[in-house]
Each structure stands twice: as structure tokens, then as C-alpha cells.
């Protein structure tokens, strides 16, 4: 990709690699696993209803978690591209954690919920949150002891998809950092990108289930690569 001239207006789009080097597992770690759980009897709907219990212990052991890391390179790096960037630009991230947020991502949209936040299945407000859930707090908008984790689980719709997808459309590069490209819709960005005649770029430890969609595919660590690329864009 050496015809970075023409581009103005960029898409990012992160997943659990980026935030890999700080200390956060991803997905499918190793084992296959998240945190040592099988996806579904965490991150479903039906696993909720099944055992409300240990999914909400699970969610608020991750939301623990966030106060003894820290952002990385990666999220330092997207924050001053975002900052110094004067086209459009819009950073995606499926990432739960708020590390994005903590480097100073401003135009920054979580796709699958966040830790951070709890939802209410009485009045379906989203209020936010950084203490636990499993012992039954009341909600503060409405008083109903019916909080959820604010997390998009398997088979519910992501968050924002109206913007994203009017970002897609009238972006010229798209980059895709730190993902599988296991989970629809994420997984797909590429290819509604690449229709709408942006140049795309995968960044990424291994490569992805879809690294054969991509103008081109760099393999390495995020840490290395993202502020090189970045460092490359001025
Ligand atoms: P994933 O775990 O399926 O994939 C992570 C990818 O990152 C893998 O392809 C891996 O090779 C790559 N990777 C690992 N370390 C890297 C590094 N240092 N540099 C570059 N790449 C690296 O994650 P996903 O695709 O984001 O899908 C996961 C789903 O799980 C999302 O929906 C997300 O909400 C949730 N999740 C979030 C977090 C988080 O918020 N940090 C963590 C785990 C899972
Ligand atoms: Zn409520």
C-alpha cells in the first residue's frame, strides 16, 4: 500500500488484539477459550438466562480487570491519529475494555457494548457502571434490580450499525487491527468497504479468517506495527 495520497477519510476497526499487549486475553486465546469459559456459556443471551449468576461474576471479573491495566502503543497511537487526523475519521472497536477511551479516542464507537456500563432490562436504560453486578444492584435510573452487563452477546444486534456503515461507504482506507475476523457483522466490513472502492489493510498477529479480502496483510505485533503505520500516514 504505497498510494497513501489520495486518503481522507478513514475507518478503523479493533478487536481483543489490540489490547492483547496490555494484558487483556482475547477471545480465542490458546485454548480457544475466554478466560478459561467456553463463548457460550458467557456471552449468549440463553447463558444469561441460564445462569444470570456466573455470567454476571464473569463480567464483573473482566470489569475488575480494567483497573490494573493500562493502554498500549496501539491505543496511544489511533488516539493521535484520531487528534491530528483532519479528514473523517471513525475508530470501531468490538473491544469491551476502555482502553481506546483512556488513550483519548474521541471519535470512537463500541460496537459490542462495554464493561462499563450496565443495562437495565426494566426501563432499558444504559447507565455507567465500574462496580459489580452479581449481587443484585438496583438500577439508578428506574430502582429495579434488573441490570445486565451493556455487552452485545451472540445473536443480538451490535450498537451503531447506522454509522458505521455510513462511515463505510465514504471511507478511502479501511484498517482492520487486532481481530479474527471470526464475528459478523465486524468481519465483514471489509468486504463494504472494498465495494464502496476503499483501499483496505489488515494488521494482525496471524492472519485472519478473511486476510485473503485485504489489499494487503501485515503479521506482527500490534505494538510494533500500529505506530509505524500511523508514523507513515504525516
Ligand atoms: P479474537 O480474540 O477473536 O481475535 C484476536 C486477534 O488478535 C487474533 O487473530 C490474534 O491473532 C490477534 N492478536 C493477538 N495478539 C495480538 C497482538 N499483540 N498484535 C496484533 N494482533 C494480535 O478477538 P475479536 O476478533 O476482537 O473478537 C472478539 C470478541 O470478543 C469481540 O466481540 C469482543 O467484544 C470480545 N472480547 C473483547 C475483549 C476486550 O474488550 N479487550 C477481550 C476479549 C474478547
Ligand atoms: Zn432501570
Redesign the pocket.
Known sequence: MGQMDNIRNIVILT???V???SG?????GPDGL?EGHRVEDVATPEAFMRDPHLVQKFYDERRAKLKTVQPNAVHMALARLDAEWKGEFLLVT????DLHDRAGSQRLLHM?GELNSALCLACDIRSAWNGTLADGPPCPACGAQALRPDIVWFGEMPYHMERIEAALAACDLFVSI??????YPAAGFVQTARACGAQTLE????P?EGSHLFDESRQG???TLVPEWVESLF
Not at 487486532?178 to 464475528?183: L, Q, R
Not at 494488521?203 to 496471524?206: K, M, R, S, T, V
Open positions: 478487536g481483543a488484539g489490547s492483547a499487549e487483556v486475553a482475547t477471545f480465542r475466554w468490538q473491544n469491551v475494555d459490542h487486532g481481530t479474527s475476523g471470526a464475528v494488521i494482525n498477529l496471524d485472519s505485533e500490534a505494538g
